[in-house]
């Protein structure tokens, strides 16, 4: 029987469930990796091959000394060259391919930081508040991915309680909205503070506590939040946070850096 080639469709949806996955999670077994073999009709394990010759073109797996499977395709260099970093173009381009073969992405209409946003969608119609919101669902599984799913400051390691945090928040900055380098992950109190500008992050991946609340006192506090500065945090497996984005939430959302 002749061997069945990738069409691009098939890579580009495999190449969108590459980054959603911990690199120790690309193997047949893998639930999703079953739903979407079934759903462009290749098994489980042709699939899981394929995510892993797209790991041996990842500077971020192979730097660190790990390694893919070999033998990646010129297509796949293609597809890898064509979505690699472009975020907005993988998410609706894989959407609409998955709903052409007749799967869809579910997502909720809360947004990646937990938090309805009316005021970004004003005048919005269902459709496009939908088409952003499968955009931020791909930022949130690339996120929590990157950090295996773990607080990257206390290490809670329940994703429904984690969040996939913007450095530079969504309505700041449109062009990094779903750049992973761009994100932390973070539990949902976490991320409130940092949010708030209650806590911020070093260029050495130290966490900062506002003096403001450092003044404070009480137990949950101290242990949760106060007992946190200066440390450092858990860095992910793939897209480090860009020290130009943590300098822009220390200069312009810090508190103490506000004068709040």
């Known amino acids: 029987m002749p061997v069945q080639l990738w ?3 098939q890579l580009k949806l495999a190449f969108h469930l590459y980054f959603q996955l911990p690199f120790g999670k690309l193997h047949y077994r893998n639930p999703e990796i079953i739903e979407l073999a079934s759903l462009i009709g290749r ?8 995510l892993t010759n797209f790991a041996s073109l990842d500077p971020q797996i192979t730097g660190t000394g790990r390694k893919g499977l070999s033998g990646a395709s010129a297509l796949d260099r293609k597809v890898w060259a064509e979505f690699h970093e472009n975020w907005e173009k993988l998410a609706s381009e894989s ?16 947004n990646t930081d ?10 919005e119609t269902r459709p496009r508040l939908v088409n952003q919101r499968i955009k931020q669902a791909l930022f949130r ?30 309505s700041k900055d449109k062009a990094n909205r ?10 949902a109190i976490h991320d409130k503070a940092f949010d708030k500008g209650f806590i911020t992050i070093s260029d050495d991946f130290r966490v900062i506590v ?19 500065h200066e440390r450092k945090i858990a860095l992910p497996d793939r897209f480090q946070p860009k020290v130009e984005f943590l300098a822009w939430h220390r200069t312009a959302w810090f508190i103490d850096n506000r004068g709040a």
């Not at 991915?145 to 969040?163: D, F, N, R, W």
């Not at 779903?178 to 539990?187: E, K």
């Open 95 to 110: 959407e609409e391919l998955r709903r052409k073969l007749g799967g869809s992405i579910s997502v909720s209409l809360q």
């Open 43 to 50: 098994t489980p394990g042709a699939v899981a091959m394929k």
């Open 178 to 187: 779903l750049n992973p380098s761009n994100g932390l992950c973070l539990s």
């Open 141 to 170: 599984r690339v996120v929590l991915s990157g950090y295996g799913e773990k607080c990257c400051m206390s290490g809670l390691a329940e994703p429904q309680l984690l969040v996939a945090s913007h450095i530079v928040p969504w």
């Open 114 to 123: 937990g938090e309805d946003s009316p005021e970004d969608y004003a005048g």
């Open 210 to 228: 506002s003096e403001k609340l450092r003044r404070k006192k009480g137990d949950f506090l101290r242990d949760v939040i106060l007992s946190l």
């Open 7 to 9: 069409t691009k469709e």
